[in-house]
């Protein structure tokens, strides 16, 4: 097997782990917090949304930091760091007595993250250039698929094994995954070979933030999330309103948010490849438009089986988002600063992911979640345009294409 495949297929199953470890605690997290002590419903409530956030809010600001040590250090070192740490992190996380224990070591597992942007940046360097966009796809079937399973598996686990139990087994999973990228994943394209120019890390960052194309991607990549998470949280109030069959709310509520998964976990392969042939950006602007006409009927549907085949459609289209993103990073990166460039996409995305939920809610209670998948709608058709007469637009000249000097961007 060629050895860009071995390190996609390795790095697939991993971020299969990551992204079912973080997202395990989601059904039972309340329950254990009740566990704890904290059995006043409100309290119960803040606590839950405080330590699930707080992993994301680290995970945010530190991003870039790690992706600028990726490019000095190595990018398998990096996947390394996160995949192990995490290990201990989950492992310590089932030994917490207090809510304000697990807020700490949720901070602590959010700011020593970085195992999926490490992840892509390494595929993205180490794969040939004309299959970067299928084995970006291929990875973000692995992390969708984690998404999908890590709240079925974490709720099924908490019946059988127990809340603590389930935090030791996932430590010692993230722990065997990482023992696999260390001994099977190699690295070829290392940071020496690249020959990168490192003015230090507030230097590269503004020379990063300064580059005009690069600014389009991370503001896309941000109202992607934004636009597509908006109205998540109000998913299960929708489907009760809709009349769930037989009454089963919780389990349409879950069956709408898996089918939307299945359907980017297929279609992120195969729009991958497609962007390899056609361009990403393409894929990525058309992905958008028909992405944003799914939504528009979300407002109007009028039962649970006409809302979950606008979700598998929309599904469809998501899976040429993210790969196609990831891989017009790697295209207008500057040179030996690959990582660093997807760290700070990375916080975009974290950005996203957290303020979604949070305006939409707001905006849900003045024009309500119909109108807030037409605002969705609109928000997406706006990032398609911007992508479509962003990227083409005359962008920074070649000889800007590397990291200057200190002395070069302090005058910048």
Not at 88 to 95: E, H, K
Not at 123 to 133: D, F, I, L, M, S
Not at 250 to 262: E, S
Request: a positive charge.
């Amino acid at each position: 097997m060629e050895l860009w495949r071995r390190n996609l297929y390795i790095l697939m199953g991993s971020q299969f782990l990551v992204m079912g470890a973080m997202t395990m605690i989601i059904p039972f997290l309340p329950l254990y917090l009740q566990e704890m002590g904290v059995t006043d419903p409100e309290k119960n409530q803040m606590w839950a949304g405080v330590i699930f956030g707080i992993n994301f809010l680290s995970a945010f600001v530190m991003a870039p930091v790690w992706g600028s040590l990726a490019d000095k250090k190595g990018r398998k070192i990096m996947v390394l760091r996160s995949g192990f740490g995490m290990s201990v992190v989950m492992i310590l996380t089932g030994l917490a007595t207090s809510p304000l224990q697990l807020m700490l070591l949720r901070l602590l597992n959010g700011t020593i993250s970085g195992f999926v942007p490490a992840s892509i940046s390494l595929v993205a360097t180490n794969t040939p250039r004309e299959r970067v966009g299928y084995a970006l796809g291929m990875l973000q079937s692995g992390g969708v698929a984690g998404s999908i399973m890590g709240p079925f598996i974490g709720g099924a686990l908490a019946e059988l094994i127990g809340f603590r139990m389930i935090f030791y087994l996932t430590g010692a999973l993230l722990g065997i995954a990482s023992l696999v990228v260390l001994f099977f994943v190699k690295e070829e394209k290392l940071p020496e070979e690249e020959k990168s120019q490192s003015a230090g890390f507030f230097a590269d960052g503004s020379f990063i933030l300064h580059q005009r194309t690069l600014l389009i991607l991370f503001a896309a990549g941000f109202l992607l999330q934004f636009a597509m998470l908006g109205p998540q949280p109000q998913m299960p109030l929708y489907v009760e309103r809709l009349g769930a069959p037989g009454g089963y709310i919780a389990f349409f509520a879950g069956l709408v948010t898996a089918v939307t998964g299945m359907a980017n976990m297929m279609a992120s392969p195969f729009l991958g490849r497609l962007g390899d042939r056609i361009g990403s950006d393409r894929v990525m602007v058309y992905a958008m438009i028909a992405a944003a006409l799914f939504f528009i009927p979300h407002a109007f549907v009028t039962n649970v089986w006409q809302l979950l085949v606008l979700r598998f459609l929309l599904g469809l289209c998501m899976g040429g988002l993210l790969p196609s993103l990831h891989a017009l990073v790697r295209h207008h990166a500057p040179a030996g600063k690959e990582s660093t460039v997807y760290g700070y996409n990375s916080s975009a995305i974290f950005l996203g992911n957290m303020m979604g939920p949070i305006v939409g809610g707001f905006l849900t209670v003045w024009i309500d979640i119909r109108g807030l998948f037409l605002v969705t709608a609109g928000l997406l058709l706006l990032g398609a345009w911007w992508i479509k007469t962003g990227l083409n637009r005359p962008t920074t000249p070649k000889r800007e294409q590397t990291v200057p000097q200190k002395r070069v961007s302090s005058a910048h």
